[in-house]
């Protein structure tokens, strides 16, 4: 009888046991969206008619029980956007303002998430609509907001279902007005065929110290189609150099005052894989068609430079260069050899002149060559003349064939350049290669009349390559001597291959 009981006692502790150990495995977190992201929230008002309550002055206050939903677009990760995330839905976008940080974990990109309005405030920073915790009151005639307080934000806004789809809409610049309302602030856009504008080549995505302001633009209408990239200095790629080439660029736009802005969630938003707009210092790749392939420069007046070949300035062993100066804006007019101004210039070729050939001679002759002169504040060191190649896909034993021409010719020799040649892949490329030649050194010297031909050989280095190829006549060290910079040239450019 003992016994029985005994396991009787047993039999019910266990299954208390077994009834509590059930009861926890089926308690749920409050915190938790269920299995299948839906929260149960329901939107009841657009992201765009709610917008439409603010127009100008102090915050409006939501008084009524409104939901918007959305999906978002940008949060706090990469450390460009601080304190806030960006959501949009089928017709705009809007900021939230949230205290605290590292937002992401809770609410990352293509999070779709309910936002209960009551009790929040819809105003304005500078022309982008944002919600807050209340009346920021040092600027609340500008419709300045607060924070929404930390012990706040998870009644206002419910998380929902994570890997919505998220696709940037195409637009021109012209549709991305400074209009308080226009719908495509705060959404995730993108524009096609953007580049940074030469004078911005040389920086990083922000400065040291501040964040950065770096000018995107097109290529069909240089000086109208722009926007100012905003990147934060707290950012984790603000130390970063700006890309270099052309492409498709990803963001969200907003406006402040009158400045369009574009702001971007990480570097992978901006695919400037193709090469840059035309311009006066180089466009276009080198396709190598028909072995050898020849530029003797001889149509600068009319056409320009081949397309493929650039000129550069601020080059480096780690760096492609930036855009070069071309004396008087473009190649239409010849330069004489002895014109002592920065820049690239159209010079007449040594080949079939004197070192003592006039003035009129010079202007006369149609054989052309591509120069550079420098100076104290250009190119010395760093100028390059620089030949894009599109790829070498089929293609072996690579060679390259050139005249290097010193022009300038003065009583003594002065100053000397000594000169290079280098290659890289890709079109950002991170590193050149320095190769032999024959002859050995070059140089180009204030004082000496040259025309060397000099040859190259890559050998095996760039056989069958699929990525674009940088090839650059190129100076990496400072001049040497005293006086005047010489007057150099490249001509007769000649590529062959098997």
Avoid at 174 to 202: C, H, M, P, W
Wanted: aromatic share 10%.
């Amino acid at each position: 009888m003992q016994r029985k009981l005994i396991f009787n006692k047993v039999n019910m502790a266990t299954l208390l046991l077994l009834s509590g150990l059930f009861l926890i495995s089926c308690k749920k977190k409050f915190s938790d969206p269920p299995p299948t992201g839906d929260p149960g929230v329901v939107a009841n008002i657009s992201i765009k008619d709610v917008k439409a309550r603010y127009t100008s002055g102090a915050p409006v206050e939501i008084t009524d029980d409104v939901i918007i939903e959305g999906v978002v677009s940008c949060d706090d990760k990469s450390g460009n956007y601080y304190q806030q995330i960006a959501i949009q839905d089928a017709t705009g976008g809007v900021l939230l303002r949230l205290a605290g940080s590292s937002h992401y974990l809770n609410y990352p990109v293509g999070r779709k998430v309910y936002v209960k309005l009551k009790g929040l405030y819809l105003g304005q920073y500078n022309g982008t609509l944002q919600f807050g915790g209340g009346i920021d009151a040092a600027y609340a005639s500008q419709g300045g907001v607060t924070l929404i307080a930390t012990n706040l934000i998870d009644q206002h806004v419910i998380k929902g279902a994570l890997n919505q789809p998220l696709v940037p809409q195409l637009v021109t610049v012209a549709d991305l007005t400074t209009n308080i309302q226009n719908k495509y602030i705060s959404t995730l856009v993108k524009l096609v065929g953007y580049e940074f504008a030469s004078n911005e080549r040389n920086k990083n995505y922000a400065d040291d110290d501040q964040s950065g302001n770096r000018i995107l633009q097109d290529c069909s209408n240089i000086s109208s189609h722009k926007i100012t990239l905003r990147t934060s200095n707290y950012s984790n790629f603000a130390t970063l150099p700006v890309a270099q080439g052309n492409g498709e660029i990803i963001g969200i736009y907003s406006y402040f005052g009158s400045t369009k802005q574009f702001t971007i969630r990480d570097t992978t938003d901006v695919r400037f894989y193709n090469p840059r707009c035309p311009t006066a210092s180089g466009d276009g790749q080198i396709t190598l068609s028909s072995s050898p392939l020849t530029f003797n420069f001889d149509n600068l007046g009319t056409a320009g430079l081949p397309a493929g070949v650039y000129v550069k300035e601020g080059a480096s062993s780690s760096y492609l260069g930036n855009e070069g100066f071309v004396y008087q804006t473009n190649f239409d007019n010849g330069t004489l050899w002895n014109q002592t101004s920065a820049g690239f210039k159209n010079f007449a070729s040594a080949t079939g002149l004197t070192f003592s050939a006039s003035s009129s001679a010079q202007n006369a002759s149609t054989n052309r060559a591509l120069g550079y002169r420098q100076t104290g504040s250009f190119g010395d060191p760093g100028a390059a003349f620089v030949f894009l190649i599109a790829n070498t896909t089929g293609k072996s034993n690579l060679q390259l064939e050139f005249k290097l021409q010193s022009l300038d010719a003065v009583a003594a020799p002065a100053r000397t350049v000594t000169w290079k040649v280098d290659y890289a892949t890709g079109l950002n490329p991170g590193l050149f290669s320095t190769v032999t030649t024959s002859p050995a050194t070059l140089t180009t010297v204030n004082g000496v009349y040259a025309n060397t031909t000099v040859n190259v050989n890559f050998g095996s280095s760039l056989n069958n390559s699929s990525q674009p190829i940088w090839i650059r006549i190129v100076t990496l060290a400072p001049s040497t001597g005293g006086g005047n910079r010489p007057s150099t040239a490249v001509d007769d450019v000649k590529f062959s291959w098997n």
